[in-house]
């Protein structure tokens, strides 16, 4: 079992959907957890990052974390086009543990 | 600069060939780290520097495989005698702070746009 289990999708949505972007992890040394947007041919972006439970809020996007489930999530409002990427969640204890990514499609 | 760069963009090589993929850190950023991301995955943490000295190297894939920042600011992947399982993009990204201890906005990583190689 990897330490960061992400579904990859595609994932492909209406635009002006909800979108819930999900990955679980089994170490409880994890301490930090990002969320960075890949688009093609370019490196990840930091889009958000927290190291409580609890729901964090940035504009459009909300990031969850569930420490005792071992789980967290993104959530995109108002989808767009623009949001579609491959969407990677990472965590820190001392390195930074990617998981594999998740492609999303957002349909105008 | 204004961001991190990387060069070459795309390398191809034959199998057995060795590759040197440089690195161009933001102007003062501590740490430089290297991930490897094959296609369709996330990207696997290679190495990491504290400007020159390399303090993490538990992720090189094997002793073909060897990293150097000799003045803390450019870097320098190398890869001897290449093999076609090396075939992915080679990421590299920096950060102001070390990337170690607690977490906030000076240790956050900005990536370069990726060398892709392809072993032939």
């Known amino acids: 079992q990897k330490e960061v289990e992400q579904d990859p999708g595609p994932l492909s949505v209406p635009e002006g959907a909800i979108v819930s972007l999900n990955c679980t992890y089994s170490n409880s040394a994890f301490q930090y957890f990002m969320w960075y947007r890949q688009y093609s041919r370019k490196g990840p972006e930091l889009l958000m990052y927290?190291?409580?439970?609890g729901n964090k809020e940035d504009g459009r996007f909300t990031a969850q974390v569930d420490k005792s489930s071992k789980y967290i999530s993104l959530f995109i409002r108002d989808s767009q086009p623009s949001d579609s990427a491959t969407y990677l969640c990472a965590m820190r204890w001392d390195k930074i543990i990617f998981g594999k990514g998740t492609r999303l499609h957002i349909l105008p | 600069g204004a961001g991190v760069s990387q060069s070459p963009r795309y390398k191809v090589a034959k199998r057995g060939q060795d590759v040197a993929l440089r690195c161009d850190p933001i102007?003062?950023?501590?740490?430089l780290f290297w991930y490897q991301q094959a296609l369709g995955q996330g990207p696997e943490f290679l190495t990491y520097?504290?400007?020159?000295?390399?303090?993490?190297k538990s992720g090189l894939p094997s002793d073909r495989f060897f990293a150097e920042r000799p003045e803390g600011s450019v870097s320098t992947l190398k890869i001897q005698r290449t093999q076609q399982e090396d075939s992915a993009v080679y990421l590299c990204a920096s950060s102001f702070s070390s990337g170690t201890g607690s977490f906030s906005g000076a240790n956050v990583l900005t990536f370069g746009a990726g060398s892709r190689l392809t072993v032939l």
């Open positions: 520097f504290q400007n020159e000295a390399q303090l993490d």
């Open positions: 102007s003062g950023h501590v740490s």
């Open positions: 927290t190291y409580s439970s």
